[in-house]
């Protein structure tokens, strides 16, 4: 009956199914789980910009490369001697108040640049209402002998105590509040002496 059956299958060219007993165990495919990758871990600041949709934010600058403000009036410059206000006084009295023969920091404008500046120690030298007169100071020793620019010595406006040079041809107008603090008070005679020089030499009296 067996060789029938596969005389007839292999003539109408079909393949014979094997009886019960003889049946291939069929292959059963067990899938797992899909594999799912763990989202990604924002960190605090891509969170913010995720959520806010806004850029994440710069660090902001180091506070000792920051510069300090400007005062509200900084000091306009001269380059003759005033009109008004142009006698000399020694009247110094640390009151609060800047006056001639005190040293006082104020912010002077560079000369190359007048729209940048530093703060400087300043001799004042006279006043005119609320406006001070001043001659800006430097320790640069490259300044020694230098025209227009005077051998003041030192003295406590500099804590490093180094020598300081007045200079006598840029004549700074100062306002009361665009002063910094009073800095020092020069020794009369030290102050007439740079008094002598600018009424022999620059005409003030």
């Known amino acids: 009956m067996r060789r029938l059956i596969a005389a007839v299958a292999a ?9 019960a007993d003889e049946e291939e165990p069929s292959t ?7 594999t799912v990758r763990p989202p990604r871990q924002a960190g605090p600041a ?20 920051a510069r300090p403000p400007a005062p509200r009036q900084p000091a306009r410059v001269l380059t003759a001697p005033p009109a ?12 609060g108040r800047a006056d001639p023969g005190e040293i006082v920091w104020a912010w002077v404008p560079y000369e190359e640049d ?3 500046g530093k703060d400087r120690p300043v001799l004042v030298v ?23 620019w005077y051998p003041l010595g030192t003295g406590a406006w500099d804590r490093q105590q180094r ?24 020794a009369r005679p030290r102050f007439e002496a740079v008094a002598r020089v600018l009424r022999e030499r ?4």
């Open 46 to 65: 891509r969170a913010a910009a995720s959520t806010t949709g806004e850029a994440t934010p710069r660090r902001p600058p180091s506070p000792d490369r």
């Open 84 to 95: 008004r206000g142009r006698r000399l006084v020694y009247a110094p009295e640390l009151d």
């Open 11 to 19: 003539r109408l060219r079909l393949r014979p199914r094997p009886p």
């Open 126 to 148: 006279g006043r005119d209402g609320a406006t001070l007169l001043g001659l800006m100071l430097s320790s640069n020793a490259a300044r020694d002998g230098q025209p227009h």
């Open 28 to 34: 059963v495919r067990v899938e797992g789980p899909p």
């Open 114 to 116: 007048p729209t940048r």
């Open 202 to 205: 620059y005409g003030w009296q």
């Open 163 to 186: 020598p300081s040079w007045v200079r006598l041809d840029r004549v700074l107008l100062v306002d009361e509040d665009g002063i910094r603090r009073e800095g020092d008070i020069l």
